[in-house]
């Protein structure tokens, strides 16, 4: 992930400052940590300083110097407008649909956005690796009005179907979600670091809309587990500005 002597940024930072683009002031974002959160709070910084971080430990409104360790984190509630119980940000702000954007990441991510954060491999019991598992991330991507998903892309990241489904995202195609009564529009964005892919409005399947400068779209497809389907009108995202790399960096050498 270094940055190369065309480029004065490495496809991480890239990655990062597109999340944090595609988030606006005055939003409320329920935050994942690790990547989701480098983005939300470099939006915080930079363009949309009125957003609005609830991580999952119960704190509104928090505004970290530096990026928190994980949602336990006491900056966070230091630095909030409010800390509240962990059954009032689901019961209260999350179920009923007060949150703009659910921002997450993943270990695996199908064609349909089904998120994967559980076990690798197709034994439950005996798995390749076992990951983390699911928090309130199945919560999350149910009830937001919409899932954004932050994630390094490549075939053991993005496969055709994910060996377990932790968040649900369009399951098998359009209208699975309806069946199953879930309100949130689930998925509407991911971001990794070669592009940007958005749900086809027809099948719900993910197509690759935008690139990074520098990437192609044979790096992208062969870096996709599955017939990666390629919008008619692909975009180049734009580089970062010096001010983005700038609080970006600020941001991670923070302690």
């Not at 002597?5 to 496809?11: G, I």
């Not at 630095?79 to 689901?90: M, R």
């Not at 932050?150 to 179907?161: A, I, L």
């Not at 692909?234 to 941001?251: N, V, Y």
Request: net charge negative; glycine share 10%.
């Amino acid at each position: 992930m270094t940055a190369t002597a065309e480029r004065a940024y490495t496809s991480d930072e890239m990655m990062s400052v597109a999340a944090a683009r595609a988030l606006s002031g005055g939003q409320r974002v329920f935050v994942g940590i690790g990547l989701p959160s480098t983005a939300a709070n470099l939006a915080r910084r930079t363009h949309a300083g009125d957003l609005v971080l609830v991580y999952e430990s119960g704190t509104l409104g928090s505004k970290p110097t530096r990026l928190p360790a994980s949602i336990g984190d006491g900056i966070l509630a230091d630095t909030a407008d409010a800390v509240i119980s962990v059954p009032e940000v689901f019961n209260y702000w999350l179920q009923p649909g007060r949150i703009d954007i659910g921002f997450l990441g993943a270990a695996q991510l199908d064609r349909f956005g089904n998120i994967n954060t559980t076990v690798i491999g197709p034994d439950y019991a005996s798995p390749k690796v076992r990951l983390p598992g699911a928090g309130g991330a199945p919560e999350i991507a149910a009830n937001c009005r919409e899932v954004y998903v932050v994630v390094r892309q490549s075939r053991r990241s993005f496969v055709e179907q994910v060996d377990f489904i932790t968040s649900f995202g369009h399951g098998r195609g359009k209208g699975d979600r309806e069946k199953l009564g879930l309100p949130g529009a689930g998925p509407t964005l991911v971001i990794t670091d070669l592009g940007v892919l958005r749900p086809d409005p027809e099948t719900a399947e993910l197509v690759l809309t935008q690139i990074h400068e520098g990437v192609t779209v044979e790096q992208v497809r062969a870096a996709t587990g599955w017939d990666l389907t390629v919008a008619p009108e692909l975009t180049t995202t734009p580089p970062p500005t010096e001010a983005e790399l700038t609080a970006l960096r600020e941001l991670k050498a923070a302690r």
